[in-house]
Protein backbone atom coordinates (compact mmCIF):
# COMPACT_ATOMS: atom_id res chain seq x y z
CA UNK A 1 0.00 0.00 0.00
CA UNK A 2 1.04 3.57 -0.67
CA UNK A 3 -0.63 4.86 2.10
CA UNK A 4 -1.69 9.01 1.40
CA UNK A 5 -0.39 10.67 -1.59
CA UNK A 6 0.10 14.01 -2.32
CA UNK A 7 0.89 16.04 -5.22
CA UNK A 8 2.97 17.71 -6.10
CA UNK A 9 5.78 18.23 -3.17
CA UNK A 10 6.82 22.10 -3.78
CA UNK A 11 4.64 24.89 -5.85
CA UNK A 12 5.31 27.89 -6.25
CA UNK A 13 2.39 30.85 -7.66
CA UNK A 14 1.60 34.37 -8.61
CA UNK A 15 -1.17 35.89 -6.84
CA UNK A 16 -4.34 35.07 -8.63
CA UNK A 17 -3.43 31.74 -9.96
CA UNK A 18 -5.43 28.64 -9.07
CA UNK A 19 -4.32 25.11 -8.61
CA UNK A 20 -5.03 21.68 -7.47
CA UNK A 21 -3.71 19.80 -4.67
CA UNK A 22 -4.22 16.06 -5.86
CA UNK A 23 -4.56 13.82 -2.77
CA UNK A 24 -5.16 9.95 -2.82
CA UNK A 25 -5.20 7.07 -0.55
CA UNK A 26 -5.33 3.60 -1.41
CA UNK A 27 -6.42 2.23 2.19
CA UNK A 28 -10.42 2.76 1.52
CA UNK A 29 -10.82 5.43 4.35
CA UNK A 30 -14.19 6.56 4.53
CA UNK A 31 -12.81 10.25 6.62
CA UNK A 32 -10.33 12.47 4.81
CA UNK A 33 -9.26 16.08 5.60
CA UNK A 34 -6.71 18.68 4.49
CA UNK A 35 -4.63 20.87 6.62
CA UNK A 36 -2.45 23.71 6.41
CA UNK A 37 0.32 24.07 8.82
CA UNK A 38 2.41 27.27 9.40
CA UNK A 39 5.05 28.22 11.72
CA UNK A 40 3.62 29.03 15.38
CA UNK A 41 0.32 28.43 14.33
CA UNK A 42 0.02 24.20 14.42
CA UNK A 43 -2.23 22.21 12.12
CA UNK A 44 -5.31 23.91 11.18
CA UNK A 45 -8.44 22.29 9.42
CA UNK A 46 -9.26 23.19 6.20
CA UNK A 47 -11.94 20.77 4.69
CA UNK A 48 -13.11 17.57 5.43
CA UNK A 49 -14.92 14.69 4.08
CA UNK A 50 -17.07 11.45 5.54
CA UNK A 51 -17.72 9.45 2.46
CA UNK A 52 -17.73 10.24 -1.09
CA UNK A 53 -20.20 12.92 -1.92
CA UNK A 54 -19.93 14.87 1.42
CA UNK A 55 -17.71 17.31 2.18
CA UNK A 56 -17.96 20.29 5.01
CA UNK A 57 -15.71 23.00 5.99
CA UNK A 58 -13.13 23.30 8.86
CA UNK A 59 -11.53 26.38 10.71
CA UNK A 60 -10.38 27.74 7.94
CA UNK A 61 -11.86 27.25 4.53
CA UNK A 62 -12.07 30.28 2.91
CA UNK A 63 -10.63 30.69 -0.43
CA UNK A 64 -10.20 26.95 -0.79
CA UNK A 65 -13.04 24.24 -2.68
CA UNK A 66 -12.60 20.29 -1.95
CA UNK A 67 -14.82 17.65 -3.61
CA UNK A 68 -15.30 13.87 -3.18
CA UNK A 69 -16.49 11.90 -6.11
CA UNK A 70 -14.25 8.53 -4.79
CA UNK A 71 -13.43 7.07 -2.11
CA UNK A 72 -9.66 7.50 -2.74
CA UNK A 73 -9.25 10.78 -4.21
CA UNK A 74 -9.81 14.21 -2.42
CA UNK A 75 -8.69 17.24 -4.26
CA UNK A 76 -7.93 20.71 -2.95
CA UNK A 77 -8.78 23.39 -5.01
CA UNK A 78 -7.13 26.85 -4.47
CA UNK A 79 -9.50 29.27 -6.39
CA UNK A 80 -7.06 32.64 -6.31
CA UNK A 81 -3.90 32.30 -4.97
CA UNK A 82 -3.04 34.90 -2.31
CA UNK A 83 0.27 34.84 -0.30
CA UNK A 84 -1.82 34.51 2.83
CA UNK A 85 -2.13 31.04 1.74
CA UNK A 86 1.84 30.18 1.35
CA UNK A 87 1.55 27.19 3.55
CA UNK A 88 2.30 23.18 4.17
CA UNK A 89 -0.50 21.43 3.06
CA UNK A 90 -1.15 18.04 4.39
CA UNK A 91 -4.03 15.13 3.37
CA UNK A 92 -4.85 12.79 5.94
CA UNK A 93 -7.38 10.03 6.10
CA UNK A 94 -8.86 7.35 8.57
CA UNK A 95 -11.45 4.95 9.53
CA UNK A 96 -14.42 6.13 11.46
CA UNK A 97 -14.39 4.78 14.95
CA UNK A 98 -10.06 4.33 15.14
CA UNK A 99 -9.24 7.80 15.13
CA UNK A 100 -5.82 7.43 13.91
CA UNK A 101 -5.02 9.59 11.09
CA UNK A 102 -2.66 9.11 8.29
CA UNK A 103 -0.99 12.06 7.01
CA UNK A 104 0.68 12.35 3.39
CA UNK A 105 4.24 13.52 3.01
CA UNK A 106 2.68 17.02 2.44
CA UNK A 107 2.82 20.18 -0.44
CA UNK A 108 4.85 23.28 0.15
CA UNK A 109 3.10 26.11 -1.25
CA UNK A 110 4.65 29.28 -1.94
CA UNK A 111 2.76 32.17 -3.38
CA UNK A 112 4.41 35.32 -4.49
CA UNK B 1 -9.40 30.08 24.24
CA UNK B 2 -7.36 27.91 22.00
CA UNK B 3 -8.42 24.39 22.11
CA UNK B 4 -5.38 22.86 22.31
CA UNK B 5 -2.39 24.69 24.42
CA UNK B 6 1.31 23.24 24.09
CA UNK B 7 4.32 25.01 25.33
CA UNK B 8 6.43 25.20 21.96
CA UNK B 9 9.70 24.62 23.74
CA UNK B 10 12.83 23.92 22.47
CA UNK B 11 13.26 21.24 25.26
CA UNK B 12 17.05 20.93 25.01
CA UNK B 13 17.37 17.22 26.59
CA UNK B 14 20.99 15.84 27.59
CA UNK B 15 21.34 12.30 26.16
CA UNK B 16 19.56 9.53 28.19
CA UNK B 17 18.22 12.15 30.63
CA UNK B 18 13.82 12.20 31.56
CA UNK B 19 12.17 14.80 29.63
CA UNK B 20 8.33 15.67 30.22
CA UNK B 21 5.52 17.76 29.34
CA UNK B 22 2.07 19.07 28.73
CA UNK B 23 -0.40 20.14 27.18
CA UNK B 24 -3.90 21.33 28.40
CA UNK B 25 -7.32 21.28 26.38
CA UNK B 26 -10.76 23.66 26.78
CA UNK B 27 -13.26 21.25 25.86
CA UNK B 28 -14.02 19.50 29.00
CA UNK B 29 -16.33 16.80 27.00
CA UNK B 30 -13.19 15.85 24.67
CA UNK B 31 -13.02 12.12 24.56
CA UNK B 32 -9.96 11.01 22.54
CA UNK B 33 -6.55 12.12 22.96
CA UNK B 34 -3.07 11.48 21.02
CA UNK B 35 0.40 12.22 20.76
CA UNK B 36 2.03 12.48 17.44
CA UNK B 37 5.59 12.91 16.48
CA UNK B 38 6.39 15.26 13.63
CA UNK B 39 10.01 15.31 12.33
CA UNK B 40 11.53 18.68 10.57
CA UNK B 41 9.69 18.92 7.19
CA UNK B 42 7.62 15.54 7.72
CA UNK B 43 4.41 14.18 8.13
CA UNK B 44 2.62 13.83 11.76
CA UNK B 45 2.63 9.84 12.44
CA UNK B 46 0.77 8.56 15.60
CA UNK B 47 3.10 8.09 18.63
CA UNK B 48 0.48 6.76 20.75
CA UNK B 49 -3.04 7.58 21.79
CA UNK B 50 -3.77 8.64 25.78
CA UNK B 51 -5.74 6.24 27.79
CA UNK B 52 -7.76 7.38 30.79
CA UNK B 53 -6.07 4.94 32.97
CA UNK B 54 -2.67 6.32 31.59
CA UNK B 55 -0.69 3.85 28.84
CA UNK B 56 3.41 2.84 28.22
CA UNK B 57 5.35 2.06 24.84
CA UNK B 58 8.76 1.66 26.12
CA UNK B 59 10.23 4.43 26.58
CA UNK B 60 7.44 6.59 26.50
CA UNK B 61 4.70 7.34 29.08
CA UNK B 62 1.23 9.20 28.25
CA UNK B 63 -1.01 10.28 30.98
CA UNK B 64 -4.43 11.99 31.37
CA UNK B 65 -6.33 14.44 34.28
CA UNK B 66 -9.57 15.14 33.31
CA UNK B 67 -10.22 17.05 36.04
CA UNK B 68 -7.58 19.64 35.16
CA UNK B 69 -7.84 18.80 31.37
CA UNK B 70 -4.62 18.52 30.59
CA UNK B 71 -2.08 15.00 28.95
CA UNK B 72 1.31 14.17 29.50
CA UNK B 73 4.11 13.07 27.78
CA UNK B 74 7.56 11.53 29.65
CA UNK B 75 10.42 10.32 27.58
CA UNK B 76 13.21 8.38 29.59
CA UNK B 77 16.27 7.39 28.19
CA UNK B 78 16.21 10.03 25.90
CA UNK B 79 17.76 8.85 22.39
CA UNK B 80 19.29 11.48 19.50
CA UNK B 81 16.70 10.04 17.19
CA UNK B 82 13.73 11.11 19.98
CA UNK B 83 14.33 14.88 18.79
CA UNK B 84 10.88 15.80 16.70
CA UNK B 85 8.33 17.48 17.87
CA UNK B 86 5.30 16.48 19.37
CA UNK B 87 1.88 17.42 18.57
CA UNK B 88 -0.74 17.22 21.55
CA UNK B 89 -4.20 15.87 19.89
CA UNK B 90 -7.82 16.52 20.66
CA UNK B 91 -10.95 14.79 19.22
CA UNK B 92 -12.87 17.41 19.85
CA UNK B 93 -16.08 16.13 18.68
CA UNK B 94 -17.64 13.46 16.20
CA UNK B 95 -16.16 12.60 12.43
CA UNK B 96 -12.93 12.07 13.53
CA UNK B 97 -12.30 15.84 14.00
CA UNK B 98 -9.03 16.13 15.39
CA UNK B 99 -7.42 19.39 17.31
CA UNK B 100 -3.95 19.78 17.11
CA UNK B 101 -1.52 21.66 19.40
CA UNK B 102 1.49 23.85 18.50
CA UNK B 103 3.85 20.99 19.51
CA UNK B 104 6.53 20.65 21.98
CA UNK B 105 9.95 20.61 20.16
CA UNK B 106 12.43 18.24 21.70
CA UNK B 107 16.30 18.33 20.60
CA UNK B 108 18.59 15.58 22.68
CA UNK B 109 21.88 16.72 22.72
CA UNK B 110 24.84 14.51 22.73
Known amino acids: NAGVTQTPKFQVLKTGQSMTLQCAQD?????MSWYRQDPGMGLRLIHY???????DQGEVPNGYNVSRSTTEDFPLRLLSAAPSQTSVYFC???????????FGPGTRLLVL | RKEVEQDPGPFNVPEGATVAFNCTYS??????FFWYRQDCRKEPKLLMS???SGNEDGRFTAQLNRASQYISLLIRDSKLSDSATYLC???????????FGKGNQVVVIP
Open chain 2, 89 to 99: VVNTGGNNRLA
Open chain 1, 49 to 55: SVGAGIT
Open chain 2, 27 to 32: NSASQS
Open chain 1, 92 to 102: ASSTPGTETQY
Open chain 2, 50 to 52: VYS
Open chain 1, 27 to 31: MNHEY
